[in-house]
DNA sequence: AGATGTAAGTGGTACGTACCAATTTGGAGA
DNA sequence: TCTCCAAATTGGTACGTACCACTTACATCT
C-alpha cells in the first residue's frame, strides 16, 4: 500500500508519518493489533528506519501504541484515558465532556510582586506582575476560580480585552510565541473559603481543591496559577510517565 | 577533558553519558549555563552524535536541561521542583522530605471482582483480583490509607509477607518483571468519611484528597489503587509534559 | 511425540553523513 | 556610529549501515 508522504511542507516527514499512523489505527486497526515492523513501515512509505523511530517514539509517549523487543509494535487498548491533554486545558477538556465553556475574566491588574509571590515565582521581590482573576463555567455553571500571575515583561501590553477573546494559551503561542516546556501541578483538599463559595454558588460544607500549576519555559516560571475547584463535581485527571530517572536508583 | 566513557558494560552508551552529563552539572556548573555544543561532546566523550542526541532527549524530558534551536544547550534552573519522581511513591517521597516512611499491610484477600472493580480495571466481571488494605505512615504519623487492586494471573503468588517486607513497586520489577509504561491518577476533594477519619486519626471536618490510579503495562491495566490523604497535611505534586499531539491542533 | 537448538524476525543501540533552520557574530557598507 | 548582510555556530531532521537483545517459529534430533 506504498502510500508515499503528502508533499505536505512546513511539517517534519516523522510528524506526517505520525499523523498517516494514527489515521490508519483508527480507521482499519483494532487493540493490540500489531503495526508493520519498523523496517516495512520504512519501505511502504519511502522513509528511514530512523525517521520511523521518531514517529513511533513520540506516539509510544502519547500511549497510542506500546513495543515490545523481539515482538513488535502494537496499538494501545483503553480508549477511555486516550487523548488526555499533556497539559490542562479548562477550554478543551469541557468541550471533550460535550459542555460548553466559558471564561470571565472577573479582574485584570498590574502589581508588584510581594516576597510571597516573588517566592513562587521565583523572581525579584518588586518586579512587575499581572494578576488575573478568572471564573471558568461549563454549561454556564460555575466550576473553577483561578488566579493566574504573570511577569510583565514576558507579556507586555497585555490586556483584559485579549484575555476575553481568546483563551490564554492561545494567547501564550499565537501573541508571545511561548513554548512550554514542562509544568508543574499540586493538588491539595481544602476547605472552602467563604469567597470561593460565593463565586462558585456552592456551601462551604462541600471541601474545595486546591490546584497551583507553575508553567516553565525554558527552565523559568512564566506563569503561576492558583485555582479553587468544587469538589462535588472535580475531578481533575493527568498522566504520569516514568522519567527516565528510573535508571539511576 | 577527554573523559571516556567508563567500560561499565550492561548499561546502554547514552545512559552512561547520561551519568556522566548529570555529575558534570552537579559538580560544576550552574542554571543557565550553557553545555557544550553536541558535536563538542561527541568529540569529548568520543562517542557519536546521535548517541548525544539520544542522551540529551532523555535530560531534557527529565527536565534537567533546555535546548534552543541555534543558540545551545542550558542547565535547567529551579531546583525545587526538579527530581520529581515520574511516577509516585510514597516511600521514595517520604524520604525526600527527610521523613521515615513505613507501611502496614492492614488486609490482604483475593476475591473476584464484581461489576464496578471489573469496570475500573478493564477486564470481565469474575477474574480473580487482589485488594490490599494498606496504611502508609510518615515519621510515625498516618498519611495515607491506600486500597489497591491487581489481577491475580498478573501477579501470581502474591502473599501478604512479601509486600510487608519489600515496597510494591520493587516486587513489581524485581519479582514480576514488571515494566510500567504510564499511569493516569485522578484528584478529588471530598468530605472524609468515617472509616477514613478513624485510620488517618483525623476529624471528619477536615477534607480528604481522593486519589485513583490506573497504573499500565503494555496498554494494559495492571493495577488499580484508590488512596485517600489528609487535606490538611498532605500536598501532591505532579509534572506535566506537552504531549507531542499539541501539534495536531 | 517431545525436547532442543537454530534461524528468522523484531525492536534497541550505535555509528556515520548530509543538509536545514534558527541564532549569534562580526565585518562591510552607508 | 549605525545598519545590514554574510558567515559561523548550534540544534533539528533525514538518510544509510551495522550489530545486539529478545522473541517466535520451525526444523532437527532423541
Redesign the pocket.
Known amino acids: 500500500m506504498n502510500a508515499s508522504l503528502a508533499p505536505k511542507e512546513g ?7 505520525m499523523q498517516k499512523l494514527l489515521k490508519k489505527m483508527a480507521s482499519s486497526m483494532k487493540p493490540d493489533e ?9 519501505l511502504q512509505y ?9 514517529a ?2 513520540a506516539l509510544e509517549r502519547m500511549g497510542r501504541i506500546y ?7 502494537f496499538v494501545s487498548p483503553q480508549k477511555v484515558h486516550q487523548g488526555l491533554p499533556g497539559f490542562y486545558s479548562f477550554s478543551t477538556a469541557m468541550k471533550k465532556l460535550g459542555k460548553t465553556p466559558l471564561s470571565l475574566v472577573l479582574s485584570f491588574s498590574e502589581r508588584e510582586a510581594e516576597e510571597y509571590l516573588a517566592e513562587k515565582l521565583k523572581v525579584h521581590p518588586g518586579l512587575p506582575i499581572y494578576q488575573i482573576l478568572r471564573l471558568r463555567l461549563a454549561d454556564n455553571e460555575p466550576m473553577l476560580l483561578e488566579t493566574s500571575y504573570l511577569p510583565v515583561e514576558r507579556f507586555p501590553g497585555l490586556t483584559k480585552q485579549a484575555l476575553e477573546e481568546s483563551t490564554m494559551y492561545r494567547l501564550f503561542r499565537s501573541r508571545y510565541g511561548v513554548e512550554i516546556n514542562h509544568a508543574i501541578e499540586a493538588f491539595q483538599s481544602v476547605q472552602t473559603d467563604a469567597r470561593t463559595a460565593q463565586y462558585l454558588g456552592m456551601s462551604r460544607a462541600v471541601p474545595s481543591l486546591r490546584i497551583e500549576r507553575f508553567t516553565y519555559e525554558r527552565g523559568r516560571i512564566i506563569e503561576y496559577t492558583e485555582s479553587f475547584a468544587r469538589g462535588d463535581q472535580f475531578v481533575y485527571t493527568v498522566r504520569l510517565e516514568p522519567s527516565a530517572k528510573e535508571e539511576f536508583s
Open positions: 511539517k517534519p516527514l516523522y510528524s506526517l508519518l500489531r503495526l508493520p515492523a519498523e523496517r516495512e513501515i520504512s519511502g522513509v528511514s528506519r530512523a525517521t520511523v523511530r521518531q513511533l517514539a513495543r515490545v523487543q523481539g515482538r513488535g509494535t
